[in-house]
């Protein structure tokens, strides 16, 4: 099943629109980057070679590897659906429970997909996908882990989308060469509207999956912006340090209402509650947006609040619950 968070207008279908909705529902970052003004060039004219270039040696930098190693797409979730159809075999394994559109693009091409829940699981599959730090339960592997997995597979793909505030866990710098890293630009940066992410792997697979995606497949704005953030190292640190205090914050307030932290990263938490639809609605009464999994009654999500007055909202409708 696709099913993803950030449906807001499905959540006010239901709840009504005069909430001023706070979208917890996705692992977005509710601090967002604030991006510089944008040049003229980046909104009248076609992305350049240039400007692609400025881009890929930001985030070569920020992700420590080589800058033949990476290639900008138009958001993660743009190489999730074309690398099925550029890597070869017929028999893929997911790691599961997980993003549930790795297993959905895997058997759109014509995969034959299994979802272990163990790395075991995985065994000599042509194709193997890990997301490392695991959504929705945040479970880590150590770059020394995902070398042995990558070792026992044809390919492993390891989605980093929620891996810039653990740089220690990213096989990025150290790639073995059957691994393609992904990475998300709009998660961490909260500018997700952009649409951009990276791949990074063979150079050889980069050239076909850029050819795939076709000329100017990322935006002027993507790349100017891009640039700019990933470049600006203090907003990283700054925004780690405030992502770790806020997290541990939620989760006192959420624990502190008797629901038990099931597993999270810095930008989201998951919590077993006793009903997770019944939880949900709750906080939709209250126009806070989460998200529930259709494949478990118990596990409700909840992205970072980005402020006080979110905390305190959030506070607010679990207190009122009793």
């Not at 604030?34 to 930098?61: F, V």
């Not at 932290?261 to 126009?287: I, K, V």
Request: net charge neutral; hydrophobic share 45%.
């Amino acid at each position: 099943m696709r099913d993803h968070g950030g449906d807001i207008d499905r959540a006010a279908s239901r709840f009504g629109s005069d909430s001023g909705w706070i979208d917890l529902s996705t692992g977005i970052n509710r601090r967002p980057y604030a991006p510089p003004a944008l040049s003229a060039h980046a909104l009248t004219a076609l992305p350049t070679t240039s400007d692609e270039a400025r881009l890929i040696a930001a985030a070569a930098t920020r992700f420590g590897c080589p800058a033949d190693q990476v290639l900008p797409v138009a958001g993660a979730s743009a190489a999730i659906q074309l690398l099925p159809h550029l890597l070869q075999g017929k028999r893929a394994a997911v790691l599961s429970p997980s993003y549930n559109e790795h297993a959905a693009s895997l058997r759109a091409a014509g995969w034959q997909v299994a979802e272990p829940t163990a790395p075991e699981g995985l065994g000599s599959a042509d194709l193997a996908v890990i997301v490392n730090p695991n959504n929705p339960d945040g479970r880590e592997f150590t770059a020394q882990q995902i070398a042995r997995i990558a070792a026992g597979v044809g390919h492993l793909i390891v989605d980093e989308s929620f891996a810039d505030p653990r740089p220690d866990l990213s096989v990025a710098p150290a790639r073995p060469r059957n691994v393609t890293v992904l990475r998300s630009f709009g998660k961490f940066w909260g500018l997700a509207g952009l649409r951009l992410g990276f791949a990074i792997g063979a150079p050889d697979l980069l050239a076909r999956l850029a050819g795939r995606a076709g000329p100017w497949s990322v935006s002027g704005p993507a790349l100017e912006i891009g640039a700019a953030a990933l470049a600006d190292a203090q907003w990283a640190e700054d925004t780690v340090t405030w992502l770790s205090e806020a997290a541990l914050h939620l989760d006192q307030i959420v624990t502190a209402h008797g629901w038990r932290l099931a597993g999270g990263t810095h930008l989201f938490r998951l919590y077993e509650t006793p009903e997770a639809q019944a939880a949900q609605d709750m906080l939709a009464r209250a126009g806070i947006w989460s998200r529930v999994f259709p494949w478990h009654p118990r596990w409700l999500r909840l992205g970072i609040p980005g402020n006080r007055a979110e905390f305190g909202r959030l506070q607010g409708a679990l207190t009122a619950a009793g």
